[in-house]
């Protein structure tokens, strides 16, 4: 089983920055790709960044330019820097983790808890 902890979550005035941090743990037997998902309340989850196992990115149209997705492989842990935040962020960010564990012979999503980003105008 593979365990996702996200930390970073909070109240941010808009303009002002934030990161998050994931670390994936478990029976890993290959990380496909990691990212962040985020969910307004009454909207559905969508994707907010995401990067593979080789380094690509890829961006909601709504945060390029404002956030960066990176990652330590080694630690099987990603960041999410957010910067210029706009009340507009305001959501639970969920991290993913699209990985394949020695149990489950097929590559498989898991997902974290979630962490809430509060941003005041």
């Known amino acids: 089983q593979v365990q996702l902890v996200e930390s970073g979550g909070g109240l941010v005035q808009a303009g002002g920055s934030r990161r998050f941090r994931c670390a994936a743990s478990?029976?890993?037997?290959?990380?496909?790709?990691m990212g962040w998902y985020s969910q307004a309340p009454g909207k559905q989850r969508e994707l907010v960044a995401r990067?593979?196992?080789?380094?690509?990115?890829s961006y909601a149209d709504s945060v390029k330019g404002r956030f960066t997705i990176s990652t330590d492989v080694a630690k099987k842990t990603v960041y999410l820097q957010m910067n210029s935040l706009k009340p507009g962020d305001t959501a639970d960010y969920y991290c993913?983790?699209?990985?394949?564990?020695?149990?489950?012979?097929?590559?498989?999503?898991?997902w974290g808890e979630g962490t809430l980003v509060t941003v005041s105008s």
């Open positions: 478990g029976s890993i037997f290959r990380l496909n790709a």
């Open positions: 990067i593979t196992s080789g380094g690509n990115t």
């Open positions: 993913n983790c699209n990985a394949r564990s020695p149990v489950i012979p097929r590559d498989m999503d898991y």
